[in-house]
């Protein structure tokens, strides 16, 4: 079975610290899993820290968006 891997914890040393911010929890709830047997993740997008429950005019989900850059092998 291929090992997955966090593409943050990969490039950035880390997840981000919050993807989810609403009334009911402030945490990191969201993750971008890879398998090194396919793929090599090249960057990942800054996740911004956020100051405001969600969803609300400037993030209209109750969830920041994560995205990631890979080649494939």
């Not at 610290?17 to 396919?38: F, G, I, Q």
């Not at 969803?55 to 920041?64: A, K, L, R």
Request: glycine residues 2%; hydrophobic residues 40%.
């Amino acid at each position: 079975m291929a090992t997955s891997l966090s593409s943050f914890v990969v490039l950035q040393g880390g997840e981000p610290a919050v993807t989810s911010r609403n009334y009911l929890m402030n945490d990191s709830v969201d993750y971008m899993w890879y398998t090194a047997e396919h793929l090599t993740p090249l960057c990942v997008a800054e996740v911004h820290d956020i100051e405001y429950k969600m969803p609300n005019i400037v993030y209209p989900s109750d969830h920041v968006s994560l995205w990631a850059k890979y080649a494939l092998k």
